[in-house]
């Protein structure tokens, strides 16, 4: 029962990590391109105009990097959060990730034993 709880909540994380950081990439990539066109019409433009259209791109451009670290910080949280999920189905179940990572071991030997 324990082994299905671990399991189910790290997939839910990761899911939900994959989720957030595609989400969050979109966001930003939106972001840069709009900053990148308020800034290329402002390089065609004097005056009073095109300071204020630089100045806009400029504050687009610090809106993109401020998510850019939000989303950063809550991946680098999800991250810690599985691998102590990890640790913890490990200590638990100490025989079954041997034979897990012997059972790697041996189909990586298997696969590169062939080339």
Request: glycine fraction near 8%; aromatic fraction near 4%; hydrophobic fraction near 40%.
């Given at each position: 029962?324990l082994?299905?709880?671990?399991?189910?909540?790290?997939?839910?994380?990761?899911?939900?990590?994959?989720?957030?950081l595609?989400?969050?990439?979109?966001?930003?990539?939106?972001?840069?391109?709009?900053?990148?066109?308020?800034?290329?019409?402002?390089?065609?433009?004097?005056?009073?105009?095109?300071?204020e259209?630089?100045?806009?791109?400029?504050?687009?451009?610090?809106?993109?990097?401020?998510?850019a670290?939000?989303?950063?910080?809550?991946?680098?949280?999800?991250?810690?959060?599985?691998?102590?999920?990890a640790?913890?189905?490990?200590?638990?179940?100490?025989?079954r990730?041997v034979?897990?990572?012997?059972?790697?071991?041996?189909?990586?030997g298997?696969l590169?034993?062939?080339?």
């Open positions: 029962m082994e299905k709880f671990t399991r189910a909540n790290a997939n839910a994380a990761a899911s939900s990590v994959n989720n957030k595609d989400d969050a990439n979109s966001q930003v990539k939106d972001l840069v391109k709009d900053a990148q066109a308020l800034l290329s019409a402002a390089a065609s433009l004097t005056g009073g105009k095109a300071d259209l630089r100045e806009r791109g400029m504050d687009l451009l610090d809106v993109a990097l401020g998510k670290g939000k989303y950063q910080d809550q991946a680098l949280d999800k991250g810690k959060e599985l691998a102590k999920t640790d913890v189905y490990v200590k638990d179940n100490p025989w990730t034979a897990a990572a012997a059972g790697v071991g041996l189909l990586l298997v590169l034993g062939r080339k």
